[in-house]
């Protein structure tokens, strides 16, 4: 029996999603309109039209793994193992799943447990649910590219933003990866508008990074960076801070304290490097640096020293943010290789929008670089098969899409002036700006 539905599959195993979806549509609805609001009509409707193909994508691929046994259990396997808990909470709700499962992905198990439990359908259910947050995770980044672009940029960015394959390879399949993409891409949104607008919406992402904490906690400390650097940049925040670095006295005590800090930072690093590098603690880091593409896993892992492990993190940054390359065709699913050439393809835009920011001196820009910085060392020293970085660093990518954007608008915008002007060549100041 297919795993999308129960094995005795009743009326409502497949009315309720149904209802569930029609829930879902009614809140992307609501959503979608508060943000044309701060759109034109034409800009609008684009990203209509793109939260409407990414839900039914997301439900078309979603459903379609889910409906194979052995496809689902050769893309995402966490799926079955997600499942037994999920059936224990609902039926008995009140004893919970056991302290692991509770610790790294409580929230989505009681999510998937209250819509199977509420609407049926089993699996079917959750693959809605997690269109659902696709939706919502691409009007987040609508919001994200409005507050850090521009409004111009915003319909690029969410066509972009519905055209990355590997979102629809992880994240419509009923395991927790479109839950955490959503926080993500929320939280560093409002830490973005925190920045220029409201300090209020600090909050709100702080809310995100705890709900992060029980969903997937090695994403903590990259929607904390994100945190503490929009309250770090707040208008409030940097005219304390200029003047107590002002006093000569303050000024040295937080030299000294740097330092120390400095030094303990690099003391637990080299702890840590030996902990996770020391086969003989049942540790073994597989930073893999070599050219192999297999998904399953590693072909030739070795130990690091710490020194060697701090050598190779540049190269596992790298390897995390670009690899594979499209012509050394992974194994594993086409998506996966698409996935691989639509990323080379948007990389020399994202470094283009960099720049841009850069030039236009983009605070509110640090905020996305320093959680991309932070997600990429944790993802070089934590992972070690092209699988599962695909799998992870989607909540990175779609961070670096409104850039990608930035250039585009920017390209158009000099091709437009060169059109007009003839001849002459417009200046940076007035290409590709925030608007």
């Given at each position: ?309 701090l050598g190779e993190l540049p190269a596992g940054i790298v390897r995390f943010l ?114």
């Open positions: 029996m297919t795993p999308l539905l129960p094995a005795e599959t009743g009326w409502w195993d497949i009315a309720g999603p149904l209802v569930l979806l029609g829930l879902i549509a009614v809140w992307l609805v609501w959503l979608t309109r508060r943000q044309r609001h701060h759109l034109d009509v034409a800009a609008g409707r684009i990203v209509a039209i793109a939260v409407t193909v990414h839900v039914a994508v997301a439900l078309v691929v979603g459903t379609i793994i889910t409906g194979d046994a052995q496809l689902l259990r050769s893309t995402t396997p966490d799926a079955f193992a997600y499942q037994p808990t999920i059936d224990g909470l609902i039926a008995a709700p009140l004893d919970g799943p056991d302290p692991a499962a509770w610790s790294d992905r409580g929230v989505y198990l009681y999510l998937a447990a209250l819509v199977q439990g509420v609407f049926g359908g089993r699996k079917l259910a959750v693959v809605v649910l997690n269109a659902g947050l696709l939706g919502t995770s691409l009007l987040g980044l609508v919001v994200l590219t409005r507050e850090l672009v521009g409004r111009r940029a915003v319909p690029v960015a969410a066509v972009l933003g519905a055209a990355l394959p590997a979102v629809y390879l992880w994240a419509s399949t009923p395991i927790r990866e479109a839950l955490v993409l959503c926080l993500t891409v929320w939280c560093v949104a409002f830490a973005v508008l925190a920045v220029d607008r409201s300090s209020a919406a600090l909050l709100c992402a702080g809310v995100f990074v705890v709900v992060m904490a029980w969903t997937r906690g090695v994403q903590v400390p990259v929607l904390a960076s994100a945190v503490v650097v929009a309250a770090l940049l707040l208008p409030q925040v940097r005219a304390w801070t200029a003047k107590w670095l002002a006093r000569p006295s303050v000024l040295a005590a937080g030299s000294v304290a740097l330092a120390a800090g400095a030094l303990v930072a690099g003391s637990r690093l080299a702890r840590l490097a030996w902990r996770v590098t020391d086969r003989s603690a049942g540790h073994s880091f597989r930073l893999a640096v070599d050219t192999t593409t297999q998904v399953e896993g590693i072909a030739t892992p070795r130990p690091l020293d710490p020194l060697g492990l670009v690899g594979p390359a499209p012509w050394q065709r992974p194994d594993g699913p086409v998506l996966l290789w698409l996935d691989a050439a639509v990323w080379w393809a948007l990389a020399p835009l994202v470094i283009i929008g960099l720049w841009l920011a850069v030039q236009q001196r983009c605070r509110p820009a640090l905020v996305v670089v320093v959680t991309v910085v932070v997600g990429s060392v944790i993802g070089a020293l934590t992972l070690g098969n092209f699988g599962i970085i695909s799998r992870i660093r989607i909540h990175t990518w779609v961070l670096l899409v409104p850039f990608a954007a930035w250039a585009i608008v920017a390209a158009f915008d000099r091709f437009r002036a060169r059109q007009r002007s003839g001849s002459s060549q417009p200046s940076d100041a007035h290409v590709g700006g925030r608007s």
